[in-house]
């Protein structure tokens, strides 16, 4: 590949003279200082190749041009016709801008970009790799770079170069549209509209056929990190036309293979897929992800980037799926997230937190395993020293119906980040708010000490006033509770004693059904708002969508201050007789 410079390499002239030679115009040739050019170099295009050329084999004189300002003149020669000029040229900027945001400018700043995007068109297959990975490292360092890479019409010409049968190509290509995509929507939005996701699904699955190569490896790598940004969490069509396309299983297989960078790369995107998306997290669970998940817990990465990919992922699978948090726990999981919770890294500490807590939430087993490997202590300290939201949540889900817990999370000043979660309307899921919403309501009702009742009032402030129907009934509910406590229990037994609710005979009940008449044999509930016991024969269900959320003297005193029921938020009353066993839907509040 030297052929165009190395016919100089006879003797090797000081940088600063080459700089000096590059840079003089065409009427200073032949004055008193020609003798600084160098032998078999008579004009600045020599001297620029012979820079080229150097900056391209040497790596330790790299900066001593680009001090010397030889940068310049080595983005002059892309003006050449020469493909080798064009080639070198661009090989030479590679080198220089790897790794090197300051290069990378003086790159940019000397009239690169414009002339490197046309390259992308070349006839000649290591022209067109060597201008796409200039650009993409353009790209990667510099903001400003990634707007004047996509307007002077880059994407519409590298997209196409994913399908390219020049594998270095392909791979520089993918690695340069991901550096584009990257804080960039105008950019993600541009890639996505000239078609990018199927090529780099395509590109993915045949990543796995040249793995024994480093250019394989370097493929799925390189292929996975455009998937990953365009997959964020915000781009849920994104999401669902990467799925469409089929890129779970590759990406799932990837998690397997013996490179980290490579499983890392692919549980970012898994973890990205996966965010807000319960179709994705069917399909990534179907295709086997959560063994090979969990194996990557157990990394030696010191920086802790595999585990936290990792991490990210299993958060994601773990939401509201009481299967899939059991099957992350019988794989080992729970132990395994133990020590990010202390590492250094805070990404890895938040996101072990996060994963804790959704694995905690809806899962009775999962909870107990969680304290049982002394999770709260690490959890609470995470809590006291960074205050995050995350810490929050998972200490809340390792005992979320004890008042106690309430009262250490309010000691390592937790409440408020928690309530500002349970206010976000991405920090949880709805069913998971309305789980907190029950689970305050039995803290309510199990007579909280001072603090714990100023904690459950905080954290109901949010879910009060949430957008869905069912969270907010459930906050009622537990407002209820909080506010009447005794004196409903007290007046809800004296109501009972004096005026028993009468008995639906055999008949009635037969017409039940068979759900109902179990739940007649000597089944009693405790009313979540005055703590009495109550027999089925005295549930009292709402016309016409048949809940109960209580006793019947607290549903009298629900509608007397709202007409409406407390769960579904339709107006609604109060019914006996056949009709209230038959309609019966059992809620317990």
């Known amino acids: 590949m030297g052929d165009c410079w190395s016919c100089f390499a006879s003797e090797v002239e000081p940088i600063p003279v080459l ?13 008193e200082h020609a003798q600084l050019m160098v032998a078999g170099a008579q004009d600045a295009q020599d001297a620029a190749m012979q820079l080229a050329g150097r900056a391209t084999q040497h790596k330790d004189e790299r900066a001593e041009i680009a001090a010397a300002g030889g940068i310049p003149p080595i983005v002059q020669l892309l003006h050449s016709d020469s493909e080798d000029t064009q080639r070198l040229a661009a090989q030479a900027l590679v080198g220089m801008s790897l790794h090197n945001a300051a290069n990378s400018e003086a790159i940019a700043a000397a009239g690169a970009i414009p002339l490197l995007v046309p390259l992308l068109s070349s006839s000649n297959a290591d022209v067109r790799m060597q201008a796409a990975w200039v650009l993409g490292n353009l790209a990667f360092h510099s903001t400003a770079n990634k707007a004047a890479v ?34 960039s929507t105008a950019n993600k939005a541009a890639i996505v509209a000239a078609g990018v996701i199927p090529l780099l699904v395509q590109l993915l699955s045949s990543s796995s056929k040249v793995w024994a190569c480093p250019l394989g490896r370097g493929q799925a790598r390189g292929t996975a990190q455009p998937l990953t940004l365009l997959s964020a969490p915000v781009d849920a069509a994104n999401q669902a036309a990467i799925a469409a396309a089929g890129a779970i299983p590759p990406l799932v297989q990837l998690l397997s293979r013996n490179d980290e960078s490579v499983q890392r790369q692919a549980a970012r995107a898994l973890g990205n897929l996966t965010c807000n998306n319960a179709a994705t ?9 959560i063994p090979p998940l969990v194996r990557m817990l157990s990394s030696n990465d010191e920086g802790m980037r595999t585990q936290t990919a990792s991490t990210l992922a299993l958060g994601n699978l773990a939401c509201n799926s009481t299967a899939t948090t059991a099957a992350i726990a019988a794989c ?11 590492s250094s890294s805070a990404d890895a500490q938040g996101q072990a937190a996060r994963a804790l ?50 009262e250490a999370i309010a000691a390592a000043s937790g409440i408020p980040p928690l309530a500002q979660l349970f206010a976000q309307p991405e920090g949880c899921l709805e069913s998971a708010l309305v789980c907190a919403a029950d689970s305050l309501a039995a803290c309510a009702s199990s007579q909280p000490s001072e603090a714990a009742a100023a904690a459950i009032a905080a954290l109901l402030a949010p879910l009060l006033s949430h957008s869905s129907a069912a969270v907010r009934a459930q906050a009622e509910a537990a407002q209820c509770a909080l506010a009447k406590g005794g004196r409903a229990a007290a007046t809800c037994k004296a109501s009972q004693a004096a005026a028993p609710p009468a008995t639906p005979d055999a008949a009635e009940l037969a017409g ?34 048949g809940h109960n959320p209580a006793c019947g003297e607290c549903t009298k005193q629900l509608l007397a201050e709202q007409a409406a029921c407390p769960i579904c938020r339709t107006q609604a009353s109060l019914q006996l007789g056949r009709e209230a066993i038959g309609s019966l839907k059992v809620f317990n509040c």
């Open 150 to 183: 996509a307007a002077a019409g880059a994407v519409p010409l590298l997209v196409p170069l994913l399908s390219s049968s020049h594998a270095g190509t392909q791979l520089q290509a993918a690695q340069a549209l991901g550096n584009l995509a990257a804080h």
């Open 19 to 31: 700089v000096a030679c590059a840079t003089r115009s065409g009427n200073d040739r032949d004055d």
């Open 332 to 342: 080992g999981a729970i132990p395994l997230l133990m020590p990010l919770l202390s």
């Open 281 to 289: 997290r069917a399909a990534v669970v179907a295709a086997g992800a």
């Open 512 to 545: 039940a059904g068979a759900a109902s008449t179990s739940m007649a044999n000597g089944r009693t509930r405790e009313c979540r708002i005055c703590m009495a016991a109550f027999s089925f024969f005295e549930l009292r269900p709402l016309v016409p969508c």
């Open 357 to 406: 807590a959704n694995l905690a939430w809806d899962n009775a087993a999962n909870r107990a395993a969680i304290a049982a490997v002394g999770a709260a202590g690490p959890l609470l300290q995470m809590l006291q020293q960074t205050g995050s939201k995350w810490a929050a949540l998972a200490v809340f889900w390792c005992d979320p119906t004890n008042p106690a817990n309430l």
